[in-house]
């Protein structure tokens, strides 16, 4: 519980990745909530657009930095919600060695920040601890089927590493720290060419380009819109005792990739054809949350059906295509719009 000092003053909430898909929301959602928030960002895979909005708020404040590197501030942090790492296999791969030290000394020093503060403490971990799971669906409890070896480990390992820093600092009684697995999630602020399914797949339907599917499409996943995902992280990390236990925050629904591409393609027509590639090393082939966890401790469960998500960042897309479009090629934009129009109502 905070102590009355602090509950008498604007509470400050450092958010690190801040300027990335995830974190931008998170921002927001916070502001909005009342708080002071410091948002750190190394604009690795951040994009200064995604805050731009927020420059002009009095309680915002935006430092360039990487968590890689020690961190010291003057005022005051009440809470520090890490979510300092790329996320999509082609970007946490193309630096693989930094992808790691992200999230073990960028974590290591994010936790000593907090020690210091003595701020309450948020990870955001990943559904990837479960590897390629042979527990269907997957509950905190199960340890995982991970290659610890291969070329997703950056991520994998790297993320259970910073588990185990975390429960560490919990149990030794440094760090008031919490721990959410987070499942796939969509939304306004993707970035185009990050690898993602949903935003892959929105984007080639946009450009009429081939929908690529990896494997044969049976694979599945379970898509978690991005407010339904910033929800469950503020409550975790203000929920009272701390759980001690990690928490999936996922939406159960399960879809194949088929599927999901079957429905892009339903709310925006497109003449692409599906192109299937191979399938990538270690690319888990089922994954849905167990989120009995979430809604016993928490009171939380997803709100934002895979329809209605898709529908919302499809609109997202195409506006953020279009004007992209317009500053870069006018046949192109021609393109985009007529993709636009065909799709409105959706």
């Known amino acids: 519980m905070l102590d009355s000092s602090n509950a008498r003053r604007q509470r400050t909430a450092l958010v690190a990745g801040g300027a990335g898909f995830v974190g931008s929301h998170l921002c927001d959602e916070l502001l909005a909530a009342g708080n002071r928030v410091i948002c750190v960002d ?13 420059q002009n708020h009095p309680d915002f404040n935006m430092i360039e930095h990487d968590i890689c590197n020690p961190l010291v501030f003057a005022e005051h942090v009440d809470q520090i919600y890490n979510l300092a790492c790329p996320a999509s296999p082609p970007l946490y791969q193309a630096d693989p060695i930094h992808t790691m030290m992200t999230n ?15 701020a309450s403490f948020l990870q955001a971990s990943t559904s990837e601890v479960y590897g390629d799971p042979e527990e269907h669906p997957q509950h905190e409890d199960y ?29 030794a009684g440094d760090v008031d720290a919490r721990v959410v697995r987070i499942f796939n999630t969509y939304g306004p602020r993707m970035q185009p060419n990050d690898g993602r399914i949903v935003s892959n797949l929105i984007v080639q339907a946009l ?24 929800d469950g992280l503020t409550r975790l990390m203000n ?38 590639g191979p399938l990538p ?19 939380w469960e997803p709100k934002i059906s895979l329809d209605d998500g898709l529908s919302r960042t499809i609109a997202w897309f195409q506006h953020a295509l279009l004007e992209q479009a317009r500053h870069q090629n006018p046949g192109t934009s021609a393109k985009v719009a007529r993709a636009a129009g065909s799709s409105q109502g959706i």
């Open 143 to 171: 340890w995982g089927h991970v290659n610890c070896t291969g070329p997703r480990a950056c991520y994998d390992e790297g993320k259970r590493a910073a588990e185990a820093l975390c429960f560490d600092s919990l149990r």
């Open 42 to 54: 190394s604009y690795l895979t951040g994009s200064p657009a995604n805050v731009a909005p927020l």
């Open 207 to 230: 450009r009429d380009e081939p929908l690529t599917i990896y494997g044969n499409g049976a694979q599945t996943r379970s898509f978690c819109y991005v407010s339904d995902l910033v």
């Open 281 to 299: 090393a270690d690319d888990p082939q089922r994954r849905r949350p167990d989120i009995a966890r979430a809604r016993e401790l928490l009171g």
């Open 239 to 276: 929920v009272q005792p701390n759980p001690a236990v990690p928490v999936n925050i996922g939406n159960p629904g399960e879809f194949t990739i088929a599927e999901l591409a079957d429905m892009v393609c339903a709310m925006l027509p497109t003449r692409s054809r599906v192109l299937n």
């Open 104 to 118: 073990v000394i960028g974590t290591a020093n994010l936790l000593q920040l907090a020690a210091r503060h003595g």
